[in-house]
């Protein structure tokens, strides 16, 4: 079992900008996801102190960020395998269009929109933590894939 720490659009220039609590929080997974609008590789960076960190891009990225990370990913955890993406374009429709980009994904997280998602469609999990200001996820990937949203208050 894989435990998995989902943050989307931070929006900082710096790790320090982030609340404590989700500093902590991360801490104690195996990994951090992180589905766009980094802003600055320094965030990257203090990420990696906590956990490996797979991301990618999001329109709101520096050009430093795009360099260094793609647009969008596919891993393999557990058997099982994860979409990343940011995602564009308007809020409606943005779940099917992010599970078109990854057929056969058990699983695809993306952010961009800032409205937290944990649903299943088609038996593929969309996962969208949300503004890591308000909310993140935890992701437990083993047999299966179990999903959560937490609700910050910082």
Known sequence: MVRIGVISDTHIRHFS?????LVRVLGTVELIVHAGDIVTMDVIQG?????????????MDLPEVRVNL??????EMEGK????????????GLESRVMQLFPGADAVIFGHSHIATNVK???VLLFNPGRADESYGL???GGIISSKIIRAYY
């Open 139 to 141: 992701l437990e990937v």
């Open 47 to 59: 990420l990696q102190t906590l956990a490996p960190v797979q991301g990618v891009c999001g329109n």
């Open 121 to 123: 469609i088609n038996g």
């Open 17 to 21: 900008q982030l609340p404590q609590e």
């Open 81 to 92: 395998k994860i979409g990343i993406i940011h995602g564009s374009g308007g809020p409606a």
């Open 70 to 75: 793609p647009q969008q990913q596919l891993i």
